[in-house]
């Protein structure tokens, strides 16, 4: 039967492909001048998001894959499993403030989690924000929200079909009450409570009607005081000298300090500090600047009764815990608390009593108890091997709560304390997914310079190393971001039908600190390219799979991995997933925050960087060639990584694609980078993007 099943879809498949007609993409003879050389950009008017001329190639090209992908036989079965196993009951850890318990839970077939909370010691529980309430069809959504440290007030960030954009709220907690104010044009922003109101960031209104492309300039920051307009906001922080910079502001608990920080990239960024204890609400603040370049980060963590907490990774690639006293200004006199050691440090929590700290050590969590001089006391026995995504604390009690989430299962909650260290467990989702029945396993293998590079390979218990194993292998490999172990509903299917899920962990996140950043960007980027290629070239040496089963995917900065891989090696793969993806790598930094990726790929504008970039963005080194089945994912509201990246390559793709394997793009018109996405959305895009791999790797469903 599963025969006869795998043969049918073979015939549809290959009949279809003959008859795949692509959507006429118009080339201008536009060229652009780098240095010196003269470089074609054809598809440029993709990048004019509002003009007609772009809303009909949009219609043209859904309607295509959606014809595509609707004779797939099993693509609503997927979707409903997908909804089965999607509907579960999550919940976050609570978090205490000001007497009372706040927490989110989602029931499983919500659009987003409801937030809620309790008094103390009291188990009755009110209902805080829904923002299944914001818009009917779920694309607005809450970003961000902030306890007032008086308990009084939720002030909370709302963004609309996925956009970066955010409008910022205010509610009274105990009477629901809604405040007047709306604050507009909000972005990359925090919201810091002092006093009778909060500091925020945003950018000027925007001139024209461009907001989802326009470049992003001229960050600000806010103090908005309670019950007045945004037009009598004050003016805290600017600076007309550099307009490609962005600023928040944070305050510590006890309101004395307030905490400046300025980047103008993805790593480092300068600390400023000033003492707001006698702040009148109305002068201006006056910062003292701690640094003068962007060299290292500084992540302020807390405060004990000797000074602030901060974990940098200046002198320390693998971070370290330092303790400031404010009116010391110099880094190299600050109070080295938790010095660098093998392990990367992630992040500190303080307790009535002590310090959870939590180290990743390849690839994994470890949580330990510090003393308050830094002393180590003892590990945290974790109760389950997962990965630890979240440690809620509070600076007057022992108590702490921390989940807990795997490759094989959803987020669990436990309850402790740095007293006792004994976890016990607060909340488990039950889900209609056995766990029981798969293995996550941890291999390393090197890469083409003969680097070590780990990678997680999840799948059935009962798993046959027969070398014709579909397999779904992931990557990101950017921007100092570490890619731990986490639960992905999605994935789920491809996992009960057979599947093994591989993530591997490349250079250019921060899986071992700095150095493993650095070794994957700027003029080290095609490091990342070459950990991901021989990912899949160790997955086929070990007889997990064939290039016939091996589908890549990737998302945003993954997206330009998945297309480079795509353009280096076709013959590799069967089917590539380019999700969101940064493609046009020599006008990325012209398109809303794009400028701020120029840390980690370098620009075009500069000459040794851009005869580097042009090797290996992917639009444009698409040549004829036989390429495998691509559905490359995006959606029209994305301000983050503008669609015209993706609009570029898919129309250089299927005029260059020499093989029957189809080159589709789903552009979804009501989302964005991803963020906030309704979870009926979320089941209908991953359930396409599975019913086309599936498809292409020859696979049926149980």
């Not at 927490?103 to 989690?113: A, E, K, L, T, W």
């Not at 989802?212 to 300039?217: G, T």
Request: contains cysteine.
């Amino acid at each position: 039967m599963r025969l006869t099943i795998l043969f049918l879809v073979w015939v549809i498949n290959t009949a279809y492909a003959q008859k795949l007609n692509y959507p006429y993409t118009p080339k201008s003879d536009r060229i652009d001048v780098y240095h010196g050389v003269e470089v074609a950009d054809p598809y440029q008017w993709l990048e004019n998001e509002t003009s007609d001329e772009v809303k009909h190639w949009i219609k043209q090209q859904n309607e295509l894959t959606y014809k595509y992908l609707e004779q797939i036989p099993y693509r609503q079965k997927i979707k409903n499993r997908l909804a089965e196993v999607w509907t579960f009951e999550t919940m976050s850890a609570p978090i205490k403030k000001a007497g009372k318990i706040f927490y989110y839970r989602h029931n499983g077939q919500q659009n987003h989690p409801v937030y809620y909370y309790k008094n103390d010691n009291n188990d009755k529980e009110y209902e805080l924000i829904n923002p299944n309430n914001f818009s009917a069809d779920g694309t607005t959504s809450l970003t961000n929200y902030s306890i007032s440290n008086n308990g009084k007030y939720v002030a909370y960030a709302v963004s609309h079909k996925g956009s970066d954009w955010n409008e910022i709220y205010i509610k009274e907690i105990e009477t629901g009450r809604l405040l007047s104010e709306k604050l507009e044009w909000v972005k990359f922003s925090g919201i810091a409570w002092y006093k009778n109101g909060f500091f925020y960031s945003r950018y000027p209104a925007p001139a024209d009607g461009n907001i989802y492309s326009a470049k992003n300039e001229f960050h600000k920051v806010y103090y908005h005081k309670l019950n007045t307009p945004q037009s009598n906001d004050l003016l805290i922080y600017e600076d007309k000298n550099y307009a490609l910079r962005n600023f928040g502001v944070s305050i510590t608990s006890d309101e004395k300090f307030a905490i400046l920080t300025t980047s103008q990239g993805t790593s480092g960024n300068l600390l400023a500090l000033a003492d707001v204890s006698k702040w009148d609400v109305k002068s201006p603040i006056q910062f003292n600047l701690f640094n003068k370049d962007f060299s290292a980060d500084y992540w302020y963590v807390g405060q004990i009764k000797s000074g602030l907490l901060f974990i940098t990774n200046h002198q320390a690639p693998n971070k370290k815990l330092v303790l400031i006293n404010p009116k010391k200004n110099k880094p190299d006199v600050w109070q080295v608390l938790i010095p660098e050691s093998d392990h990367v440090l992630e992040n500190v929590y303080v307790t009535k009593s002590g310090l959870i700290v939590k180290y990743m050590i390849d690839v994994r969590s470890a949580l330990f108890v510090y003393n308050f001089s830094g002393k180590r006391e003892q590990e945290i026995q974790l109760p389950v091997t997962g990965n630890i995504i979240s440690v809620q604390t509070t600076p007057d009690k022992d108590e702490f709560y921390y989940s807990i989430v795997s490759y094989t299962f959803p987020a669990r909650i436990y309850k402790s304390s740095v007293n006792h260290l004994k976890s016990e467990l607060y909340f488990k989702p039950a889900i209609k997914f056995d766990s029981d029945n798969f293995v996550t396993k941890q291999v390393f293998y090197y890469s083409k310079d003969s680097t070590k590079i780990p990678m997680f390979i999840t799948h059935r218990k009962d798993l046959q190393l027969n070398g014709d194993n579909p397999c779904f292998l992931f990557g990101y490999g950017g921007f100092n971001i570490s890619y731990t172990p986490e639960f992905r509903v999605d994935r789920s299917v491809f996992l009960e039908n057979g599947g093994i899920y591989c993530v591997a962990n490349i250079r250019g996140g921060g899986e071992y600190g700095k150095r493993w950043h650095n070794a994957g960007r700027q003029l080290n980027k095609q490091n990342v390219f070459n950990d991901f290629i021989a990912a899949a070239e160790y997955l086929i040496k070990e007889k997990y799979t064939n290039t016939h089963k091996l589908a890549i995917h990737g998302r945003s900065n993954g997206g330009l991995l998945a297309a480079a891989c795509l353009t280096q090696r076709p013959d590799l793969f069967k089917v590539v997933i380019p999700q969101v993806g940064v493609l046009d790598m020599l006008k990325f930094h012209k398109f809303t925050i794009g400028w701020a990726w120029v840390g980690d790929y370098g620009s075009s504008e500069n000459k040794e960087h851009f005869e580097y970039l042009l090797k290996y963005s992917p639009v444009h080194n698409v040549k004829p060639n036989h390429y495998p089945a691509t559905l490359v994912v995006t959606a029209d509201h994305d301000d983050r990584v503008v669609p015209a990246h993706s609009y570029k390559f898919i129309a250089q793709l299927q005029d260059k694609q020499l093989s029957d394997n189809p080159a589709l793009i789903r552009i979804d018109t009501n989302g964005g980078h991803g963020s906030g996405k309704p979870l009926a959305m979320q089941i209908d895009e991953y359930g396409d993007m599975w019913s086309f791999v599936f498809y292409n790797l020859g696979m049926s469903i149980n």
